[in-house]
């Protein structure tokens, strides 16, 4: 089982992103907790955009931090899958290329919110792809992350 | 039951600002957890060719209790 996410992986995810000029957000849950939502998860989820050449460079960072990709599989990544599960690095990775409720990661990059240099989704985002999803474990919680919501206008800087 | 809800949005308000108290690192110190999630964890990866694909994989191999099938 891999190591619980912390922030100096959140970290080097940053770092090594950056280094291959991988275009991504931090969204759903994980992207939440970094703007402030106080709640658990497991897993890192991380919007990509899609494309080959951010593909080729997703396969670089990530095999940069350790997860032993297959060359079918790093293929696949190149090619554009829309979901991709990683559950054999050194922290469990969600790679999402087409989340619900969002129509184009440019759209997302313009509404982009930077947290201490990590690119996370707005969260007028998350809560979009949250209800498209309509998962039982998403309507559960979306009452209360629409009240952070609220929260976090009322307070941000 | 308004009241209820008026004593909710209270605690949960409390949450956020005392979260907000908090540096990013203690705040994902506290928030990223590790349990083992049957099936899910089960395969070092998978890949979908559509979300769509993935939410029907979910709803057809993942136990109910985890949450990931599709909301009635």
């Known amino acids: 089982m891999a190591a619980r996410f912390d922030y100096a992986q959140a970290e080097e995810i940053a770092r090594a992103f950056a280094s291959y000029g991988v275009r991504y957000l931090f969204i759903g849950k994980s992207g939440a907790i970094l703007l402030g939502y106080p709640d658990t998860t497991q897993d890192a989820d991380v919007f990509a ?3 080959e050449a951010n593909g080729r460079a997703i396969v670089a960072a990530l095999r ?5 990709l297959s060359d079918s599989q ?22 999402v290329f087409a989340p619900d409720g969002i129509e184009t990661f440019d759209d997302a990059w313009r509404r982009h919110v930077d947290v201490e240099g990590f690119p996370v989704c707005h969260l007028d985002d998350i809560i979009a792809s949250k209800i498209a999803s ?7 919680s979306l009452p209360r992350l629409q009240a952070f919501r609220e929260y976090w206008l009322r307070h941000r800087e | 039951m308004a009241s209820g809800d008026s004593k909710q949005r209270r605690e949960w ?15 994902m110190r506290y ?19 559509t979300m769509a694909e993935y939410r029907q994989w ?3 191999n993942l136990p109910d209790w985890l949450g990931y099938g599709s909301a009635v």
């Open chain 1, 49 to 51: 955009a899609k494309g």
């Open chain 2, 31 to 49: 928030a990223f957890i590790r349990t083992y999630k049957p099936v899910l964890d089960d395969a070092p990866y998978r890949s979908f060719d």
């Open chain 1, 64 to 68: 940069e931090l350790g997860f032993p």
């Open chain 2, 13 to 27: 308000e409390a949450e956020f600002a005392a979260a907000a108290a908090r540096p990013l690192r203690t705040r």
């Open chain 2, 58 to 60: 979910c709803q057809k």
């Open chain 1, 134 to 140: 309509n998962r039982q474990k998403d309507r559960e």
């Open chain 1, 74 to 95: 790093a293929a696949e990544i190149v090619r554009g899958k829309d979901f991709v599960q990683l559950r054999s690095g050194p922290f469990d990775l969600d790679l």
